[in-house]
């Protein structure tokens, strides 16, 4: 099978290239750099691309995921979130290809208390949500045969992250003030890629697979639990931790203002995907954990 890849080198692009390598011939294209190139925001050239490669699988982990920019450059967003993956969805569908595509808990409002299911009225609060929403729908209006597989706080060993980013301050101050009142699952960029790679395989031999799912680790913890769980995590290695365990203080979302909203709720159930794919997710702080291993190594 030949594959392309595109967004190799964010968080997801970099597993993704592990996971998917034993699948098939695989060209991964990056933003610049080496090797081929594609640019969202270039719909021409992407399209070019496909039709040079003629891959049998399309994996797009490009997108704008900068989220409170994305309120000032809607224009951008609109073009990479939802035009670019509508071109490479017309460009599968011509070809026979399959797409896989990623997208977000952000397309739901975060209201109420329950996980949701992909059948879930959506309603997302900011232009990367809203954007994100216009993907999903571009590339289920193009007819290719796709799976859109929407996660939540994604993280990963390469490039920085909330947990590296709360390892640092607990080493720097003695007090921090970290959000708890939204909830939802840290989802490992190794987990969705090793997913991805598992669900690609079955849906070559059933078609009839193909679809939007869910997909996060188990468990559910706010802003504020990751954040103890990461410092306790490194306190316990004897990892520089300055603060102490009483000083990280949960703080409402009101009092930690973004340019965008973002949704309380970020609970998504994944029930569709295990079923159908016969898969089991680890509780989030299982990926956490090897993360935190492979970052800092297993401490004094
Ligand atoms: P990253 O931000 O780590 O990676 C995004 C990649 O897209 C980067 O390599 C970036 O390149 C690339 N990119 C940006 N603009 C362009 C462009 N114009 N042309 C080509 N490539 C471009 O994101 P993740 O790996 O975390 O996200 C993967 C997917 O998961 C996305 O669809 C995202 O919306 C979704 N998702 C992410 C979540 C998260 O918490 N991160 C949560 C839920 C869903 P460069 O580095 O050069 O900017």
Known sequence: MKILLIG???????????????????????????GPVADLARPDSLAALVRQVQPELIVNAAAHTAVDR??????VAQALNADAPGVLAREAAALGATLVHYSTDYVFDGS?????????????????????????????????????????WVYAARGGNFARTMLRLAAERDGLRVIDDQVGAPTGAELIADVTAHAVRRLQREPALAGLYHLAAAGQTSWHGYACHVIEWARARGHPVRV??????????????????RPLN???DTRRLRDAFGLHLPPWQQGVDRMLDEVLGPGA
């Open 8 to 34: 190799r080198d964010g968080q997801l692009g970099w597993e993704l290239q592990r996971a998917l390598a034993p699948l098939g011939e695989l060209v991964a294209a990056g933003r610049r750099g080496d």
């Open 266 to 268: 970020s609970r998504l």
């Open 244 to 261: 102490a365990a009483d000083a990280v203080r949960p703080i409402p979302t009101r009092d930690y203002p973004t340019p965008a909203a």
């Open 112 to 152: 109420g208390q329950e996980a949701r299911d992909e059948d879930a009225p959506t309603g997302p609060l900011s232009v990367y949500g809203r954007t994100k929403l216009a993907g999903e729908q571009q590339v289920q209006a193009s007819g290719c045969r796709h799976l859109i597989l929407r996660t939540s």
């Open 70 to 75: 994305a309120e000032t450059e809607p224009a």
